[in-house]
């Protein structure tokens, strides 16, 4: 699904079914490949579909990359269609688990909080922010949605504001204070007919509504084609032509960052990067019928990738790891000084 694809006009059916055959062709790329077929198969209604999706990893002899995200989405899937008692199962596997990525913590307190579970989702979010968040300086932008669905949660159940929902407060970027987006008396002013309140609650639904959209939105990426030294090297080697597009790696570096600023100054949204390696490129060409040293190629294998999820969201923050692969942060190395 394209970025302009409007949600309502796409075929979540035709639309697994396609991201499966990819996860056959392309079976590196399985995990991503059937996690969004798995979600499409939730958006169609069909959720012990997506139940046999996530069954099909967990059960894959290949190692997964996030397997409590895995399992965190299974759950929640199963929950909604009856299966509570094994929802439940494996979200307390998880918190004992407790991963070191935010994404599965987010899954499995939100399905708590959504099946009014509201002590639970609480106690959730909380372990999850006491483990990734305590002495760090900056809380990175994964763990952002456990800081605002813990100060959700605290709201709806008349918890006193405390430090972390003062952190919450430092990285929310709307206009209308979480305060008031998260206040469970909002309900009753839509039942207001003064005109002037009913004007200031539709701008407070509209700004939720907007993060919500902000949050679940996984649109296809607009994505850059980054070579590592060495594969840059060995590609120029093997198809001296391209050497005009790439004349030197610290140039290709520096034309990544700038093509990515320039794309993000002009409203570009889910800018990404994908790396190439030069087997993969060749095999693309191959299926393509196409030559490799055609620099036209280049841009249609970067989008290949991108669509086979290989992207990584760009920018960085500034205290994560460049995309460049230096070992540096973003901040030290290709990140905008301050």
């Not at 039942?191 to 004007?199: F, M, V």
Request: aromatic share 6%; hydrophobic share 40%.
């Amino acid at each position: 699904m394209r970025p302009d694809t409007p949600a309502e006009n796409v075929d979540h059916t035709t639309e697994a079914a396609r991201l499966e055959r990819f996860a056959d062709r392309y079976p590196e790329d399985a995990e991503a490949l059937l996690l969004r077929a798995a979600a499409h198969r939730e958006l169609s209604g069909d959720r012990p579909a997506a139940t046999a999706l996530y069954d099909r990893l967990l059960a894959s002899g290949a190692g997964l990359d996030n397997p409590y995200l895995v399992r965190a989405l299974k759950a929640s899937n199963l929950w909604e269609y009856g299966h509570e008692a094994e929802a439940r199962a494996i979200i307390d596997g998880i918190r004992t688990a407790a991963p070191r990525d935010a994404a599965p913590w987010v899954i499995v307190a939100e399905a708590l909080e959504a099946h009014d579970e509201l002590q639970q989702a609480h106690e959730t979010f909380t372990e999850a922010v006491r483990l990734l968040l305590t002495d760090v300086p900056e809380p990175p932008r994964a763990t952002h949605p456990l800081l605002l669905g813990r100060h959700r949660v605290r709201r709806m159940l008349g918890a006193p504001h405390d430090e972390w929902d003062a952190v919450a407060d430092s990285v929310h970027t709307h206009a209308i204070g979480l305060d008031e987006l998260h206040d469970p008396k909002r309900v009753w002013s839509l039942g207001s007919e003064n005109p002037a309140e009913l004007e200031a609650e539709i701008l407070r639904l509209r700004a939720e509504l907007g993060a919500y959209r902000e949050a679940l939105s996984r649109p296809f990426p607009v994505a850059v084609l980054h070579w590592p030294a060495g594969e840059l090297a060995e590609l120029t080697e093997a198809y001296p032509d391209l050497a005009e597009e790439y004349p030197s790696h610290e140039a290709h570096l520096a034309t990544i960052e700038a093509a990515l600023r320039e794309l993000a100054a002009s409203g570009t949204p889910n800018l990404g990067i994908v790396r190439g390696t030069v087997p993969s490129y060749e095999a693309f060409a191959a299926s393509e019928l196409a030559s490799p040293a055609d620099p036209a190629l280049l841009p249609q294998y970067a989008t290949t990738l991108a669509a086979r999820g290989r992207a990584v969201a760009w920018p960085p923050e500034r205290v994560e790891a460049c995309w460049c692969g230096s070992g540096r942060t973003y901040g030290e190395c290709h990140g905008p000084a301050l």
